[in-house]
């Protein structure tokens, strides 16, 4: 069953008082594709989609609660496998601490190249702010609400926009650019900005990747994200040493043959 089905199937089964209810539903099914199978909705999907409102939301957690009957809804009739409700979690500010900004954010170590990337990416949604404005306008001259999905769909283009907007505008604010010079920390370890080349000691195949903020990675682009597990294991090492990656058919070695600029 396609998620948009299983969404209508969960709000056709809900009371006129839970109507908002149906409506998370259907906004979720949306912005995870109406066409996709129910079945393919994984956890990292159902907190993606909570981060896009965030607990900054005035509606936050009523809108995390609707989300979960719907999964509920959804495991209870078999239209997926796995219970996915423990997974929608309204992530809360980090107490402010060490390394954190002022307002307590968190500082972000970011190469230069990435703050580009994110700044450019920020002008180009909000030029596109007119452009959702009047989809959201002449969606709202239909008066029958009650079942315009175009007005629906607007409003969420609208939400998702400003969210993202947010999100840039906080990272950018809170980014220190890194020193990509090789040895401007006075370390010769690997770290954020670093290129780095490892060899598989099993396959024998080398890789490079620039160590990059988890903001700035891009799956394919040979930007690792320093908070995945190849990134982890790699930070605060040297050119020479063996590191363990943890895998599911078990422990990956790689040697580190450079670390520079």
Known sequence: MSVSDAARQFAESLTPQKHLEGQEAMRFARWFGDE?????????????????FGATAPNAAARADALKAFLGYAHKHKLMPARLVSHVRVRRPAARGKGMGASGAPEMRITEEGRVALTAELDTLKARRPEIAEELRLAAADKDFRENAPLDAARDAQGQLEA??????????????????????????????????????????????QIVNAAE???????????????????????GEVIEVAAPSGALRFKIERVGS
């Open 36 to 52: 996709r199978p129910v079945s393919d909705i994984k956890p990292s999907d159902i907190e993606t989609y909570v981060d896009t």
């Open 217 to 239: 990675s891009r799956q394919g682009s040979g930007r690792l994200s320093v908070e995945s597990p190849v990134g982890q294991a790699v930070v605060g090492h040297r050119a």
């Open 164 to 209: 993202r907007i947010r999100d840039l505008e906080g990272k950018l604010r809170y980014a220190v650019v890194v020193d990509d010079a090789a040895g401007a920390d006075g370390s010769d370890r690997a770290r954020i900005g670093s290129s780095v080349v490892l060899s598989n000691l099993t396959t024998g195949n080398e890789l490079s990747y």
